[in-house]
């Protein structure tokens, strides 16, 4: 039952992340490409005020439930798991080292103006933005395969029925996946 609320935990903050980023990509940076600068300024610090909040917490809570499915599983499905909560950690890591200072310095252009090399300095957050896009659309993709994975041959059981003897209950013999753990094997306790 853990297994399987890790699992809908990381998906549910994966694919809310890898979904905001993905609608900012592809509507967004157009769109700050298309208006004046001075209103690509003014828009984009005053998104950062409520957008700082809800993609931290976005990172934080799919990297957390990644990491927790991935030590609570084994096998293939703790790579997968692990590889999707490091990449939403790489997705936290690039935002705070890299957009998050251009940040800053947007915040200030839009009561002031803009240095010389401002189109420059755009261009790197825009790389920076596609880099986390990709890392957080990655993670979820890993996670959408970890759900839809068969179980292991040997595993004793089959999550999609709760029929027979035995069924949803570990036979201590190899890889075991709990019942309805959506096809994940996880470890015996």
Known sequence: ???RLLQGLALLATGLLAGAFGYGAAN?????DAVPLDMRLSFHAELMKT????MQAA???STSAS??????TRGRARVIAGAAGLLTLASFLVTRLGNVPINGRIKEWAVGSPPADHAEILRRWELFNDL???TALTAFVLLIVLLLRRPAA???????TS???GAGTSTGTGPETAAGAGNVPVRES
């Open 28 to 32: 967004l940076v157009p769109t700050f």
């Open 59 to 61: 990172m934080a809570v």
């Open 1 to 3: 039952m853990r297994v």
């Open 163 to 165: 029929t027979g003897a």
């Open 154 to 160: 040997d595993s004793g059981t089959d999550p999609g």
């Open 132 to 134: 986390r896009t990709f």
């Open 51 to 54: 957008n700082g909040i809800t």
């Open 67 to 72: 990491l927790a499915l991935a030590a609570l």
